[in-house]
């Protein structure tokens, strides 16, 4: 049974900082992609940043783009997904949902609350 549990999420003020972190209970060479969504009350969910189990291929919403950053760290039998967020605006205010394609099969961690004063 595939986990993704996700930590890290909380209340900043804008320009501050939160680092958001992920555990995909899956090995590294089953994963195709992994990414960070959010979604705001009354919008649909977008994607904030993915990457591929190689690491070569990162997109990142062009919201984000020189604020936040992902990265991932393998661990045997799991992989920490991890997302710097940087420069916070209120903007950023939303629900972050982790996110792993295995084998063609999408999984969600249950989301974590991000919010961002002005």
């Known amino acids: 049974q595939v986990q993704l549990v996700e930590s890290g999420g909380g209340s900043v003020q804008a320009g501050g900082s939160l680092r958001l972190s992920c555990v995909i209970s899956?090995?590294?060479?089953?994963?195709?992609?992994m990414g960070w969504y959010s979604q705001a009350p009354g919008k649909p969910r977008q994607m904030v940043a993915i990457?591929?189990?190689?690491?070569?291929?990162?997109?990142?919403a062009d919201s984000v783009k020189g604020r936040f950053t992902i990265s991932r760290e393998n661990g045997g039998n799991m992989v920490k997904l991890n997302l710097q967020m940087n420069m916070m605006t209120p903007e950023d205010t939303a629900v972050y949902y982790c996110?792993?394609?295995?084998?063609?099969?999408?999984?969600w961690g249950q989301g974590t609350q991000v919010t961002v004063s002005s």
């Open positions: 990457i591929g189990s190689g690491s070569t291929t990162v997109n990142y």
């Open positions: 899956e090995r590294i060479s089953r994963i195709n992609f």
């Open positions: 996110n792993a394609v295995i084998q063609g099969i999408d999984y």
